[in-house]
């Protein structure tokens, strides 16, 4: 049974970072293609970075230099470092795998204050 638990939200001012983590209970994690997305209210669900079991990554063009994602396969674990957040960043964030469909974890709150 899959399962994506995220952490590290909250409330923080333009400007500011924040880290997110998503512990990964998923069979072959390592070779897994990880996503992380997001929606704000009233808008649909985004895509704001994938990480390949390689480790290459891409980039929804609204977040490029400033949020960067990683993984730890040792640790089942998916980061998103998120730098220079702005009031526009403010979403609930959810962590992403395909496996044949989608799965999704509960999503985490960040809001970004002017």
């Known amino acids: 049974q899959v399962q994506l638990v995220e952490s590290g939200g909250g409330l923080v001012q333009a400007g500011g970072s924040l880290r997110l983590s998503c512990a990964a209970s998923v069979g072959l994690f390592s070779i897994r293609t990880m996503g992380w997305y997001r929606q704000a209210p009233g808008k649909q669900r985004e895509l704001v970075a994938t990480i390949t079991g390689g480790g290459r990554t891409n980039y929804a063009d609204s977040v490029k230099g400033r949020f960067s994602i990683s993984r730890d396969n040792a640790k089942n674990t998916v980061f998103l470092q998120m730098n220079s957040l702005k009031p526009e960043d403010t979403a609930v964030y959810y962590c992403?795998?395909?496996?044949?469909?989608?799965?999704w974890g509960q999503g985490t709150q960040v809001t970004v204050s002017s």
């Open positions: 992403n795998v395909y496996l044949l469909s989608d799965y």
